[in-house]
T-cell receptor, first 110, second 113 residues
Framework: QKEVEQDPGPLSVPEGAIVSLNCTYSNSAFQYFMWYRQYSRKGPELLMYTYSSGNKEDGRFTAQVDKSSKYISLFIRDSQPSDSATYLCAVRYGYSTLTFGKGTMLLVSP | DAMVIQNPRYQVTQFGKPVTLSCSQTLNHNVMYWYQQKSSQAPKLLFHYYDKDFNNEADTPDNFQSRRPNTSFCFLDIRSPGLGDAAMYLC????????????FGPGTRLTVL
């Protein structure tokens, strides 16, 4: 079983839609949960991180972690065409290195 | 602007011909990472340097080597590229190992003919 599972998509939505991106992980030792955004032909960039169960908001983005079910979500409100990218979840524990999911490709059409 | 730079952006090599990919950073970060990312796959960590200390992932093939001559530069050497080594190679940095955020370069796309 892979440590982090993520549906690769693509997920196509119209502009203005609420987007839900999800990951599951298998190791309950993971303490830190991140979302990276990767535009085409670019490296990933950190979007948000959290380390506790519950929600964390940053503008139109909300990261949600449910440690009991080992489930990570990223919600995007009022999605824009500029949000079109691949979204990768990543996890780590302590000083471990990052473990990434495969990424979900999001396409927001005008 | 402080950044992570990778050269070249696109590299074509022949089967079995050694190739070197380059990464430089102006962030003065202590940790540098090399990831391999194949199409629609998760970035896979190959190895990382914490200052001069080299840390190899257990499943990184011996065909892959790395050098970090100074803080700013890190190289990925592929001694005998196979067709399965065609991928995007991403370099990343972080200030310290316990810092969550990694800063990625744009990647080098390697094609093996």
């Amino acid at each position: 079983q892979k440590e982090v599972e993520q549906d690769p998509g693509p997920l196509s939505v119209p502009e203005g839609a609420i987007v839900s991106l999800n990951c599951t992980y298998s190791n309950s030792a993971f303490q830190y949960f991140m979302w990276y955004r990767q535009y085409s032909r670019k490296g990933p960039e950190l979007l948000m991180y959290t380390y506790s169960s519950g929600n964390k908001e940053d503008g139109r983005f909300t990261a949600q972690v449910d440690k009991s079910s080992k489930y990570i979500s990223l919600f995007i409100r009022d999605s824009q065409p500029s949000d079109s990218a691949t979204y990768l979840c990543a996890v780590r524990y302590g000083y471990s290195t990052l473990t990434f999911g495969k990424g979900t490709m999001l396409l927001v059409s005008p | 602007d402080a950044m992570v730079i990778q050269n070249p952006r696109y590299q074509v090599t022949q089967f079995g011909k050694p190739v070197t990919l380059s990464c430089s950073q102006t962030l003065n970060h202590n940790v540098m990472y090399w990831y391999q990312q194949k199409s629609s796959q998760a970035p896979k960590l190959l190895f990382h340097y914490y200052d001069k200390d080299f840390n190899n992932e257990a499943d990184t093939p011996d065909n892959f080597q790395s050098r970090r001559p100074n803080t700013s530069f890190c190289f990925l050497d592929i001694r005998s590229p196979g067709l399965g080594d065609a991928a995007m190679y991403l370099c990343a940095t972080s200030r310290e190992p316990d810092v969550l955020e990694q800063f990625f370069g744009p990647g080098t796309r390697l094609t093996v003919l």
